[in-house]
């Protein structure tokens, strides 16, 4: 399974980017999929995730009310609408795959990830 992440870039404060995460390669049966980001001399920290089934969502209290996850089955795709953006979401974001457990906060319990994409917010 290969997870393909694109649409960061560089915004100003408030402003708005929407992230996807395309999946490929052999027969995707991941359960959900989750976004993570890092910052510079940062751990890697959970953003947000959704449930294939259900569509069960959960998000970091960080980014609550200004970034909403969703999802197209029929193209195996995620997406991450960020809103409102602040300096402090500055990041390389990655998109996972295939947690273990639901909801699954922690990086070491995802199977599968992507290449990362940065996500700069200028003030």
């Known amino acids: 399974v290969q997870l393909q992440a694109s649409g960061g870039g560089t915004v100003q404060t408030g402003g708005s980017l929407r992230l996807s995460c395309a999946a490929s390669?052999?027969?995707?049966?991941?359960?959900?999929m989750g976004w993570f980001r890092q910052a510079a001399g940062k751990e890697r920290e959970f953003v947000s995730g959704?449930?294939?089934?259900?569509?069960?969502?959960a998000y970091a209290d960080s980014v609550k009310g200004r970034f909403t996850i969703s999802r197209d089955s029929a193209k195996n795709t995620v997406y991450l609408q960020m809103n409102s953006l602040k300096p402090e979401d500055t990041a390389v974001y990655y998109c996972a795959a295939d947690p273990t457990a639901w909801p699954s906060f922690r990086s070491s319990e995802y199977s599968y990830w992507g290449q990362g994409t940065q996500v700069t917010v200028s003030s």
């Open positions: 959704i449930r294939w089934s259900a569509s069960s969502e």
């Open positions: 390669g052999g027969t995707f049966s991941s359960t959900a």
